[in-house]
């Protein structure tokens, strides 16, 4: 049986990994949800709305 810190070792890890993983999804799908709003909108509206949405994020506690 190994001892304890190795398990430890494996879950910071774990969670690390997870995280980049959760990290990479959602930048892929803002990707994708961009252009699917450049395919039905302008491209100035789309950045209007991202602007928007950007300024509604920094305004977030």
């Known amino acids: 049986m190994h001892p ?3 398990r430890k070792d ?3 890890i774990a969670a690390r990994e997870t995280e980049a993983f ?4 959602s930048i892929t799908y803002l ?3 961009i252009s699917l709003m ?3 909108l302008q491209r100035e509206e789309v950045a209007t ?5 950007a300024d509604m994020l920094r305004q977030l506690d």
């Open 22 to 25: 959760l990290r990479r999804a």
């Open 31 to 33: 990707e994708c949800c």
């Open 38 to 40: 450049m395919t039905h």
């Open 4 to 6: 304890r810190p190795i």
């Open 10 to 12: 494996v879950d910071a």
């Open 49 to 53: 709305i991202l602007e928007n949405e």
